[in-house]
């Protein structure tokens, strides 16, 4: 079959729907993709956060390598030219060509879009604002178009992802895309548009941010001449931007997990014969091994000396053998043989310990610890800290290490606000044993996460965020401060080995010494 390419592209968002449109009254939905290629089970990236999940859009690129967030975008214009947007791309390859972008939530406009490229950028504080402006946007033939939709999201906050509420705005707002789709008729180049709709996230209960399958599946759906009846067998949300390139015809950059690592899904182009490539997960089997214990010549000691403040290795007990900090148990926590140095313990619904001969002044430090990770959770598990993780309380000054489906969050307290980094787990890590290790650098200004042992990312540390971690509350392994997260709250159990905290922010080169102490 011969290739198509459109002369238009209209991509229309809509922010927290999810893929809860299946549950809606959406006839002009329906309409659309009668003839479409669709699914109600793509991906949105992790976090299932709106920055995130824009910016994987339109940058093509996820978010451990974009790196923005909802605070960022909402405070800087986006000016990073090794990473371009789709509009910088098309620009390149349509120099005259008229792009709009229309949104209901700015920062989109403000930090994701560059400002600079010619693109006719409106914002709105109301859907029904919005649609007004995109109504006079398609009377210019807008080569590209991207809206963004955001009472959806509104209502899932307020009322409930998938209550009575939010589906009513999941149907209002397929009002608003129907007079959207007479207005490219009216234009004259409807049947000459390929038209994308598609959610950045779902949502649970009244929020968003984790990996459930609430929060992460959300609708994908492709529409145009040329396009025929099909299910897309897999897509993300971040292959939005291979797909607007390849439909228009410009230039799709090589496939780079480290860059540019969007996609165009199969299933959606009859004559595309590309495939869509995915990280397997690897096959790792961690096996129980003897490593130098810490007083020996090859022993953590000996490595890393006095930096190390806390080192617990829970061959069946709560020990610190540093010998700076004594630790009480709660409840009961429960030790297995398959660590992977020795012994590990189970933390969480059972039983936590805590101390408070454990202080980090007001100096760089270092968390690392095995965790052993676990697609199947729920909620999410808090591994240590010294605060609570009830939201209302995250502000309050102190850190804490969280462990989720998918990923760990890092969260230090202010007092006034929080500073929460979420690291997806590695595409290819299927469920195991991951070594995680939180750097925090104030000297330099920013926070470093490794997995296994590799710089997953760096995050700038606002300056707000660099005092003294220290709240006068005991550190807590194996549950938030209060002992509640993950016994009242969200009931969850996890296991942990070796849990390290040093002195000052540990280096690539420290990274590996330990990597070296394990095996390699």
């Known amino acids: 079959m011969e290739r198509k390419i459109w002369n238009y592209c209209a991509v229309l968002g809509v922010d927290g729907m999810g893929n809860f449109n299946r549950r809606a009254r959406t006839p002009v939905l329906d309409a659309l993709f009668e003839n479409g290629a669709v699914t109600y089970d793509a991906l949105s990236m992790d976090p299932t956060i709106s920055a995130e999940n824009w910016g994987a859009m339109l940058l093509g690129a996820t ?68 649609n007004e402006l995109i109504l006079e946007k398609v009377k210019n033939k807008p080569k590209f178009l991207f809206v963004q939709y955001d009472n959806v ?26 007079k959207v789709l007479e207005a490219y008729k009216q234009a004259g180049i409807y049947n000459d548009t390929l038209f994308i709709v598609l959610a950045d996230h779902g949502g649970i209960r009244h929020g968003h941010g984790g990996y459930t399958d609430e929060e992460k599946y959300v609708f994908f759906g492709v529409a145009g001449s040329g396009i025929e009846k ?39 182009f009859p004559w595309y014969t590309g495939k869509y490539v995915t990280a397997e997960p690897e096959s790792k089997e961690r096996r129980t091994r003897p490593t130098p214990n810490y007083e020996s010549k090859d022993g953590l000691k000996a490595r890393f000396g006095d930096k190390l403040k806390l080192a617990m290795f829970f061959d069946n007990e709560i020990k610190d053998e540093t010998g700076r900090c004594k630790f009480t148990e709660s409840g009961v926590v429960k030790y297995y043989s398959n660590g992977v140095n020795y012994a590990c313990a189970e933390f969480g619904q059972t039983g936590c310990a805590e101390t408070r001969d454990l202080t980090f002044g007001g100096g760089s430090f270092t968390l690392a610890a095995w965790l052993l990770t676990d697609r199947g959770l729920k909620e999410e598990c ?29 969260l230090l307290g202010s007092g006034k606000d929080e500073f929460a980094l979420v690291t997806p787990f590695p595409d290819a890590h299927g469920d195991g044993w991951l070594h995680t290790l939180i750097a925090v650098d104030k000297e330099a200004g920013q926070v470093r996460v490794y997995y296994d042992f590799e710089l997953i990312r760096t995050f700038p540390l606002p300056e707000d965020f660099r005092g003294c971690p220290d709240n006068g509350c005991p550190f807590v392994v194996g549950n938030d401060v209060g002992h509640k997260n993950n016994t009242e709250t969200f009931p969850n159990i996890f296991r942990m080995d070796d849990l390290l905290v040093f002195d000052g922010a540990l280096s690539d080169e420290d990274a590996q010494t330990l990597k070296d102490y394990y095996g390699g």
């Open 382 to 410: 808090v591994v240590c800290g010294n605060k609570d993780w009830w939201w209302q309380k995250r502000r309050e000054t102190g850190l804490s290490l969280v462990l989720k489906n998918n990923d760990t969050v890092f």
């Open 230 to 268: 099909s299910q897309i067998p897999f897509a993300r949300t971040v292959d939005i931007a291979a797909t607007v390139l390849y439909a228009l015809g410009a230039e799709v950059p090589e496939r780079d997990e480290k860059g540019f690592s969007s996609q165009v899904p199969e299933g959606i």
């Open 63 to 130: 978010p451990v390598v974009h790196g923005l967030t909802n605070g960022f975008i909402s405070n800087n214009v986006y000016t990073n030219r090794a990473l371009p947007s789709v509009f910088t791309r098309l620009r390149r390859a349509f120099p005259e060509a008229y792009f709009a972008s229309v949104c209901n939530w700015n920062p989109i406009n403000h930090g994701i879009i560059e400002h600079d490229v010619g693109v006719d950028m409106a914002t709105a504080d109301h859907d029904a604002q919005v």
């Open 153 to 178: 999201d509104g209502a899932g906050h307020h009322h409930g992802y998938g209550t009575e509420g939010h589906i009513s705005q999941i149907e209002f707002t397929d009002g608003l895309i129907g």
